[in-house]
Structures are given as structure tokens and as C-alpha cells.
């Protein structure tokens, strides 16, 4: 009498039999051994168990095979929101894409192929950042623009005093404040005025020899309103120690249609010692930490020892580079984008759907951009119960939930995606 069991088990395929067939073979070829295994152990071990039939292990491991080596799946950003912090902020160009790809091998960042040795590491993208902003006189690349903040602060100001205004002491997201992190490198902050008004006075009371810089911050989330007053770059310049200007948003030069928003170029011509920014909010790149300023406290902060704490990678390097020398990012299409072809591209998808209303919608900067500021478009609004299919489903569609409705921006929508949504809305609805 054979026990069922036992004859279960010697029915199951073997791992090395498994790992011959076609669809594991594939899988070896963009999986780690690990995880080929993984999926193969688990479906022999629901087979022992009696989960299911030994003849069904190689489709159960197949199902578990991960997609892809990255569990990050592509988001349609339909928000409306340009500069997602959740959605990993700036989608990069095609041309900064194309960048990443060469320098994910060996590449010749750090040396000249001409003489055969050591150069300076990233030369190529300082130089146009120094193009992109000529009141400039040098430029650093950092990881981030917190950063590029800790490494001004300790450069300048490690054991003295960093002035800064009390309406500027901001948050900047997920519980991390910039007077901490300002306090972290050892510098001892000193607040002047007041949470609404700080005036001229208020900073030449408390400045010292022990003053290592002004910092001013760009309060890139939230807007205050009524009884207000700041000191501008301009005046602040006059009391002698350097200015440090953290704008934030990584605008290099003005821009119409942010008005109110702080740019590197023009905080520089007003006296900035510093200017430190963001790469992946406003300019459309790479997460990246710039500083810009003048050249002795930029080499200072070039040759401090933290700094090798904070190096940008080549990737980082190589997409900069390619941010500011290619084509407009998507960023900067999305904020410009025209209000009748916005229109003209919502009307579509709510034919090509069938059903919904288009209704006007304001898009937002975001990510630590612009507070306050509203960019006018158009949205598809849908039953609310259409967010959690259009999230779920393949592609990924992020949405608005407003007021029970569902709504559909396309401002962050690349337009070559726009029959992607159709499809996903179309699944989602169906
Ligand atoms: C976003 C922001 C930062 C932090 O920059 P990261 O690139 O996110 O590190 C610092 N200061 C201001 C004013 C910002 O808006």
C-alpha cells in the first residue's frame, strides 16, 4: 500500500529539473540564483503540503518569480502635482536618462584620458552648471541639498554662530528641521526677529565677530501672510559676514511663471556669498545638493573633510550634466505646459473613455516649491472608487481625491502617455 503522501512527494520536480525549463532559465537572466531558488522552494514546499498537485509546482513557481531585479514599479503621475516628494520628485529627460546609462559603467570621471591620469572628478558637469549660471564664480556638486547645507554650515561656521531669521527655521518634511540639522554641524544658531517680521536692525544687533554666516532660507513650504517683513539678500549683504542663501527649489534664473520664487542668478547679483539648491525640485534633475557662490568659500568647502561625506556619485554627476546641457526635463514642460493643450488632452481622454466630467482643476509645484502658487488646468473627474483601481492596477496611476471625486491631471502627464491613461481608466472602470 503506497501512502498518499509519499507518493506526492516523489512526484515533485526536482529543483535542478526546474531550473532547466525555459521560464527559469529567463528568470536566472534578470533574478539573483536566490531568488530563482526562492520562488522554486516555496512552490515545492506548497506541494508537500498538499497545497497543490506536484504537477502544478513549475506554474505555482513561475507565479512567484519577481518581475523585475527593482521592486519599484513606474507611477503615472496624474496629481497634478509637478514636483512629487512620494513620487521621487523630478522625472528625469530622456537625454539625462541616456546619461545614467553611460555612467553606470567605467567612464572617465574622475580621469583624463589625454594625459592618462587623475582629474578633477565631475569637471564636466561643474563647468555647466558655471555656464547655466555665470554670476557664479564656482560650483560644488553634493548628494543632496540638505547636503550641501550641513557642508556650507561646517565649512563656514563649525564652533561660531550661524544668524538666521525666526520665520525662516523650517521643516522641510518627514520631521527633519533645518535649524537641527543647522545645530548637527556644530555651529550654534542665533535667532533673529520674529516668526512674521524680521527687519535689517534685528540682524546688525547680532552680529559679532563670532557671526560665521547669515543664513537666509528660502521657505519653499508654506506662505505667511498678513503682518509680515524679511530682510532681502540685497540688504543683508551690507553686514559684512557672508550671506548664504538656501533657495531651495534649484531655479538658476528667473522664471515668469514662478514669480515669486527665488533663483540662483539673481540671488547672486544681490550679494549672496552662497547660493544652495536642490537638483531634483525645480531644475528637473537629479537628486543632487548644489552650491554656488564665490570661489574662496567654495574651494573651502570643496577641500573640508565632510565633503567626502556628501560626494555626488557619477550617476548623479553624469544626469546633472545632461539636465543642464539637453533639452528641457519634464519639470519644466509640465510648468509651462499650455492651458488649451492642457484642455485639448483632457477632452480627449474623456472621449476616449466614454464618461466622467472635465472639470478645471489647479495644478501645484510642489516638492518644497512655490507654496501658494497654483498652476490652472483641467482635470477628468471620476467616481472616487476609480483611485484605488487606477493605483492598483498596471500601469500604476497616481489621482486626486477631492470632494469624493477622482481627478485626473495631466499636466505631469507626458504627453506620449496619455493612451496609457486611457487604457489604465478604461481597465479600471471596466
Ligand atoms: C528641499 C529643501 C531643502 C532640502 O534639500 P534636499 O535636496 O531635499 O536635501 C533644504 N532647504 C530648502 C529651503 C528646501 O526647500
Known sequence: MVDPADDRRRR????????????????????????????????????????????????????????????????????????????????????????????????????????????????????????????????????????????????????????????????????????????????????????NRTGIEDYRAAVGPQTGMILKVHPSNFVVRGFTSAVPVAELATLGPPVVADIGSGLLAPDPVLADEPDAATSLRAGAALVIASGDKLLGGPQAGLILGRSDLVERIRRHPLARGVRADKLTLAALEATLAGPRPPVWVALHADLDELRRRVDDLAAAVGTGAVVAHDGVVGGGGAPGQTLPGWALALPSQAAERLRTGEPCVATRLVDGRCLLDLRAVPAELDGAVVAAVKAALG
Open 12 to 195: 515533485i520536480p526536482r529543483t535542478d529539473a526546474l531550473m532547466g525549463l525555459p521560464v527559469f532559465a529567463a528568470a536566472a537572466r534578470r533574478l539573483s540564483p536566490t531568488a530563482v531558488k526562492a520562488a522554486i522552494t516555496s512552490a515545492q514546499a506548497a506541494a508537500r503540503a498538499g497545497d497543490i498537485d506536484p504537477h502544478d509546482v513549475a506554474a505555482r513557481a513561475a507565479d512567484l518569480l519577481p518581475v523585475a531585479a527593482t521592486s519599484l514599479r513606474p507611477v503615472i503621475n496624474a496629481t497634478g502635482v509637478v514636483v512629487h516628494t512620494n513620487l521621487g520628485r523630478a522625472p528625469l529627460s530622456a537625454a539625462a536618462i541616456e546619461a545614467l546609462t553611460v555612467a553606470s559603467s567605467y567612464v572617465d570621471v574622475e580621469w583624463d584620458p589625454v594625459t592618462g591620469s587623475r582629474a578633477a572628478r565631475g569637471r564636466h558637469t561643474m563647468a555647466a552648471l558655471r555656464a547655466a549660471v555665470p554670476a557664479a564664480e564656482a560650483v560644488h556638486v553634493v548628494n543632496n541639498g540638505a547636503g550641501a547645507l550641513v557642508l556650507a554650515a561646517t565649512a563656514l561656521a563649525a564652533g561660531r554662530e550661524i544668524l538666521c531669521s525666526r520665520g525662516e527655521l523650517v521643516e522641510i518634511g518627514d520631521g527633519f528641521r533645518l535649524p537641527d540639522l543647522v545645530v548637527s554641524t556644530g555651529a550654534r544658531l542665533r535667532e533673529v526677529g520674529t516668526t
